[in-house]
């Protein structure tokens, strides 16, 4: 599909407007989305890359649908991983399944600053740290899963995640607070128990 | 990844789907902000006549009822409409959850603020005169609301504990008059031992009365309060 040089450079909010003036336009944004939301619908759920292609289609469709909804108050990029946090959240529950760990290098993004957040793990080896901090984070709750994967995998700040999320920047804040707390309390038990099976 | 782009615009094509009117994201954001608006004056309402029937009670009488200061409050509280102040409270704090923009506010923040729009509703439409308005209609049309608002009438309506209201329909002379109650019951009031008053009474008077009952139909009267106080209607 050939894309016009001059529309890869416009903003998301420019590309809205374009699409709906012309829904070929609309190859720009979905070419700008697809691999970051591709990469968190596999993160937050961690199904197999075929079915995340599913859901991605879903949410580029459920997009086009609600482009009028699109308020120019938020950032484009909010909205895009708010629609698709729903579409991942609804095929959970209509599949009946808990996120599955998954290994990929992609996964290991801001893993550094994550560890330096959790301050009192400085003591843990860092290559136990890589090799199971998915599994411990797939074990946290799902509402303290959601706020440490778009913070620490997807790099969003505390504004970003409240509309993703739909939830006030407070609340993400002590959410972001009891998911490193139950992270930490996680690590070390898990470490623990490595050392003692060691 | 197969060609997202090409497939996604290809099941739109095939599909017909178009982006939905603006109108339609506008309109559900304005239907919702007008059931806040709607709960929030209804909330106020509710206010209005908790403050009406609370207004209505004499805070001094408890122990002609043989009730404790505490036990006199616990029973004077008009629990159903407290519970539909929350109630409304409640929803309206749903209805703006649910605007586009209603998610970034504290949840108790948001309660707080519900709470005292409704608060200084219901404060403004007791200075209106709307409180007894609502409190008589529900009376007057509700089945069964009389037995589940405990107010002044069911205060004023105990002659054995010496409490006794109704209408003035005769002034006989000084030591005393002839009074209806509200369940239409006729009684020789007895003045002689009421102490100084200020209240002016006549005929047409509606009044509420301490004192004692002989068993009969004369109602020894020691004191005599208007029936409406504070600007009631």
Not at chain 2, 63 to 73: A, G, H, Q, T, V
Not at chain 2, 144 to 164: A, H, Q, R, S, T
Request: aromatic share 14%.
């Amino acid at each position: 599909m050939y894309l016009n040089g001059d529309y890869l450079n416009k903003t998301d909010e420019e590309l809205v407007v374009l699409t709906l003036k012309d829904k070929e336009n609309y190859q720009y944004l979905i070419q700008r989305y697809k691999n970051k939301l591709m990469r968190y619908i596999v993160r937050l759920s961690g199904i197999k890359t075929e079915d995340a292609e599913g859901i991605l289609q879903e949410v580029f469709i459920r997009v086009y649908q609600k482009l009028n909804d699109f308020d120019t108050s938020l950032k484009f990029s909010s909205w895009i991983y708010r629609i698709t946090h729903n579409e991942i959240i609804d095929h959970l529950r209509k599949s009946k399944t808990r996120p599955q760990v998954i290994d990929s290098e992609s996964n290991l993004i801001a893993l550094d600053l994550l560890k330096a957040d959790l301050d009192i793990i400085k003591d843990i080896d860092k290559k136990y740290f890589a090799e199971n901090i998915e599994k411990i984070i797939n074990t946290l709750d799902e509402k303290y899963r959601n706020v440490i994967i778009l913070k620490y995998k997807e790099d969003k700040d505390y504004n970003e995640i409240s509309d993703i999320l739909k939830k006030p920047p407070g609340t993400i804040a002590t959410l972001l607070k009891r998911a490193k707390e139950q992270l930490k309390k996680e690590i070390l038990k898990n470490s623990s128990l490595l050392q003692n099976y060691v | 990844m197969s060609d997202i782009n090409k497939e996604t615009l290809k099941i739109i094509e095939e599909r017909k789907i178009t982006p939905e009117p603006r109108w339609h994201f506008i309109f559900k954001d304005y239907v919702l902000r007008f059931f806040f608006a709607i709960s929030t004056i209804l909330g106020g309402i509710s206010i209005t006549t908790i403050i009406f029937i609370l207004n209505g009670y004499d805070w001094d009488i408890y122990k002609y009822l043989d009730k404790s200061l505490f036990e006199y409050i616990l029973s004077s509280i008009p629990y159903l409409w407290v519970f539909t102040f929350i109630l409304f409270v409640v929803i309206a704090y749903f209805n703006f959850k649910n605007t586009k923009s209603g998610y970034k506010h504290e949840i108790l923040k948001l309660v707080l603020v519900s709470v005292l729009i409704s608060v200084a509703m219901g404060t403004i439409f007791f200075a209106g005169g709307l409180d007894s308005e609502v409190h008589e209609t529900f009376s007057e049309q509700v089945p069964f609301y009389e037995n589940l608002i405990y107010d002044k009438d069911d205060i004023w309506n105990n002659v054995e504990k010496g409490l006794l209201s109704g209408e003035v329909v005769e002034v006989r002379n000084k030591d005393g008059f002839i009074l209806k109650d509200f369940g239409g019951h006729l009684w020789q009031i007895d003045e002689k031992g009421l102490g100084t008053t200020t209240f002016f009474i006549q005929k047409g008077s509606e009044v509420k009365l301490i004192g004692n009952f002989d068993g009969g139909n004369i109602f020894f009267v020691k004191e005599i309060r208007p029936w409406h106080c504070c600007g009631e209607k």
